[in-house]
């Protein structure tokens, strides 16, 4: 079965970075559209960033935009979240996810907190 795992969430002052990690296993990593989502307490999972399968074209949400970056490297299977400038409002659990047409994955799950 396929499995996501991320990694690299903690907590963070306003203002820190973190980078997130996603590891894929049992897929054709190289076909599928990857995206990092977040959901807050209270709050409905949101989409935070996307990269597609082939030339790695990247969309951000508008309240992420300049501070996230997305990137992948399908050699080793990995998708990448850099948060820089975190702010108190992305303090939430961040998940990746896998879809290829009608099959889609999601990780697990890392928390994310951002405090002062």
């Known amino acids: 079965q396929a499995q996501l795992r991320e990694s690299g969430g903690g907590s963070v002052q306003p203002g820190g970075s973190l980078r997130l990690s996603c590891a894929a296993s049992?897929?054709?990593?190289?076909?599928?559209?990857m995206s990092w989502y977040r959901q807050a307490p209270g709050k409905e999972r949101e989409l935070v960033a996307s990269?597609?399968?082939?030339?790695?074209?990247?969309e951000y949400s508008e309240a992420v935009k300049g501070r996230f970056t997305i990137s992948r490297d399908d050699a080793a299977d990995m998708v990448f979240l850099q948060m820089n400038n975190l702010r108190p409002e992305d303090t939430a659990v961040y998940f990746c996810?896998?879809?290829?047409?009608?099959?889609?994955?999601w990780g697990q799950g890392t928390p994310v907190t951002v405090s002062s």
């Open positions: 996810n896998a879809k290829f047409g009608a099959l889609s994955h």
């Open positions: 049992d897929v054709t990593f190289r076909l599928y559209h």
């Open positions: 990269i597609t399968d082939i030339g790695g074209k990247v």
